[in-house]
């Protein structure tokens, strides 16, 4: 099994950074895929911003020119760096990611247990 850890949420006011991290730990022999997700009160989950085992990102278009995902194989580690925050950012951001436990299975995903962000006016 894989767990995710996120951990870098807090309260900051409008314009502020915050720095996210999740780290990837269990049974692992390879990462495809990872990911942030947010979740706002009585909104649906959505994407934020995803990273691939090459590097390639993909961002909502809400946070572009913002927000930066990346990541640290060597420590199963991905951030994601959220400058000039918004109110409309607030939400429990989630972690996403694919993962091998062994050579013959296939990706599977996984997901942490979310950290909140609270952006305040």
């Known amino acids: 099994q894989v767990h995710l850890v996120e951990s870098g949420g807090g309260l900051v006011q409008s314009g502020g950074s915050l720095r996210l991290s999740c780290a990837a730990s269990?049974?692992?022999?390879?990462?495809?895929?990872m990911g942030w997700y947010r979740q706002a009160p009585g909104k649906q989950r959505e994407l934020v911003a995803t990273?691939?085992?090459?590097?390639?990102?993909n961002y909502a278009n809400s946070v572009k020119g913002r927000f930066t995902i990346s990541r640290d194989d060597a420590k199963n580690t991905v951030y994601l760096q959220m400058n000039s925050l918004k109110p409309e950012d607030t939400g429990l951001y989630y972690c996403?990611?694919?993962?091998?436990?062994?050579?013959?299975?296939?990706?599977?995903?996984?997901w942490g247990q979310g950290t909140q962000v609270t952006v305040s006016s």
């Open positions: 996403n990611a694919q993962a091998r436990i062994t050579a013959w299975r296939g990706y599977d995903t996984f």
């Open positions: 269990g049974r692992i022999f390879s990462l495809g895929f």
């Open positions: 990273i691939t085992n090459g590097g390639s990102t």
